[in-house]
């Protein structure tokens, strides 16, 4: 089994900084991407960043210049650094882990549960 939790949502200013952290545990073998998406009430799932093992990344347009993902890989741990926060990033969001769980078997995602971010004054 594996699990993806995530921590560090809340509510915050518009201008405001959250840090979202997101632990992956259990019958992990290799992590590949890991990233973070988010949904916003009566929209799609959309992509916010992500973050290979090698550390290389990919951000939606929206939050470029804002927002910074990194990874550490010994944790199994992946972060999302907003700042400059915005009402339109109210959302909840969730964490994703592309990964294998043992030598023989091939990548499956994983998700977590949703952390909620609410930016308003």
């Known amino acids: 089994q594996v699990q993806l939790v995530e921590s560090g949502g809340g509510l915050v200013q518009p201008g405001g900084s959250l840090r979202l952290s997101c632990a992956a545990s259990?019958?992990?073998?290799?992590?590949?991407?890991m990233g973070w998406y988010r949904q916003a009430p009566g929209k799609q799932r959309e992509l916010v960043a992500t973050?290979?093992?090698?550390?290389?990344?990919n951000y939606a347009d929206s939050v470029k210049g804002r927002f910074t993902i990194s990874r550490d890989n010994a944790k199994n741990t992946v972060y999302l650094q907003m700042n400059s926060l915005k009402p339109e990033d109210t959302a909840a969001y969730y964490c994703?882990?592309?990964?294998?769980?043992?030598?023989?078997?091939?990548?499956?995602?994983?998700w977590g549960q949703g952390t909620q971010v609410t930016v308003s004054s």
């Open positions: 259990g019958s992990i073998f290799s992590i590949n991407a």
């Open positions: 994703n882990a592309n990964l294998r769980t043992t030598y023989y078997s091939g990548r499956s995602a994983y």
């Open positions: 973050i290979t093992s090698g550390s290389s990344t």
